[in-house]
């Protein structure tokens, strides 16, 4: 009986903690989108802030400024040819809300505010599905697509 039990709470673990990664892929997932779409509705000027302070959140989170460039410029990078860089636009777009966040740059969807992801280089690994399903969402809610 006492081996049945221990079995049930090993799995009853497993399933929050699955439960709860895949909750964070998706409050990622939706930040990257809604960014992407926030900052493309933003002026020149306003954007280069954004970009600015994203740059800081980068260096002051002990990034080379090599690859601080290169996240920042990733979107810039993607090609049929090379669909794999399509994850480094998704993490480009995690920081940039974070950044808009700091700068109280409200989101351009109705009923979102910025989610607090700790680190969007790690939260948006193996996340398709939630990327997906956050497109999904942004339709329904707002009837807009957002394609990375």
């Known amino acids: 009986m006492t081996a049945y039990l221990i079995v049930i709470i090993i799995l009853g673990l497993f399933v929050l903690f699955k439960i709860r990664s895949s909750y964070s892929k ?3 997932a939706t930040n990257a989108l809604a960014a992407k779409y926030t900052f493309e509705t933003l002026d020149g000027e306003t954007q280069q802030k954004v970009i600015d302070q994203a740059f800081g959140i980068l260096i002051n989170g002990n ?10 410029n990733s979107d810039k990078l993607v090609s049929e040819d090379n669909p794999e860089r399509r994850m480094d636009v998704l993490v480009k ?7 808009m966040a700091e700068l109280n740059i409200q ?7 910025w ?20 497109k999904l969402q942004f339709i329904r809610s707002d009837g807009v697509e957002i394609d990375i």
């Open 115 to 134: 989610q607090l992801i700790n680190n969007p280089f790690i939260a948006l690994i193996n996340a398709e599905k939630e990327i997906q399903a956050a």
């Open 93 to 99: 777009y995690g920081i940039i809300a974070l950044a």
């Open 63 to 72: 990034i080379e400024i090599d690859h601080a460039n290169r996240v920042l």
């Open 26 to 28: 998706y409050k990622a």
């Open 107 to 113: 989101p351009a969807l109705s009923d979102y505010y």
